[in-house]
Every structure is written in structure tokens, then in C-alpha cells.
């Protein structure tokens, strides 16, 4: 079973910047479209940004320009690369498959953006 791990979130002040990995068990990304997604308290979880095998990338408005997913497939992780931050930004952090079935989710990785 594939397993997700993501790490690299924290408390950051408006305007800071954090880069997010994720770590996959298995080589999975060169064969998937890979996405991140956030998890704010309250909402349903939501897609980011994605990337496919061939590396065209697409983002949710509210990051494009700021946010730049990249994945490096030797090492089996996903980059997140997220610059500008807003206290908007502020939620848990998964990566997955951009496609169903999903893998089995990860722990996430907290994202806390101050104001």
C-alpha cells in the first residue's frame, strides 16, 4: 500500500514563504498526475495545484503566481513551493493522486499563515 508522508509546513507571517514535500513509498509520481490539496478548519478539503507525468502543471486561482508545484522523481517527492502566504492560506496540507481512486491519505502537514 502506497504510503504519503508530508512535511515542511509551520508558522510563517503574512508575506513569508514555506516549502512543502512529500514523500511517497512507492515510485508513483512519474506514472500519476500528482495534486496537493488543504484542508482550511470548517471546509472541505480542496485542490491546489497538480501536476502531471509530463510535467504541465495547473493551479487553483487563488495561488496561481504565488504557489509552483515540481516534483522530482527519483527520490519519489512533490514540491510545493509556496511564496506570498495570506492568513487564508492557513490549513492542513495533503498530497495525493489528482485522480480516483486515491491513495490513502497522509497525515498532512500544517500550514499557519499570522497575520
Known amino acids: 500500500q502506497v504510503q504519503l508522508v508530508e512535511s515542511g509546513g509551520g508558522l510563517v507571517q503574512a508575506g513569508g514563504s514555506l516549502r512543502l514535500s512529500c514523500a511517497a513509498s512507492e515510485s508513483i509520481l512519474s506514472i500519476n498526475t500528482m495534486a496537493w490539496y488543504r484542508q482550511a478548519p470548517g471546509k472541505q478539503r480542496e485542490l491546489v495545484a497538480q501536476?502531471?507525468?509530463?510535467?504541465?502543471?495547473g493551479y487553483e486561482n487563488s495561488v496561481k503566481g504565488r504557489f509552483t508545484i515540481s516534483r522530482d522523481n527519483a527520490k519519489n517527492t512533490l514540491h510545493l513551493q509556496m511564496n506570498s502566504l495570506k492568513p487564508e492560506d492557513t490549513a492542513v496540507y495533503y498530497c495525493?493522486?489528482?485522480?480516483?481512486?486515491?491513495?490513502?491519505w497522509g497525515q498532512g502537514t500544517q500550514v499557519t499563515v499570522s497575520s
Open positions: 495525493n493522486r489528482y485522480t480516483f481512486p486515491k491513495y490513502s
Open positions: 501536476i502531471t507525468s509530463g510535467g504541465e502543471t
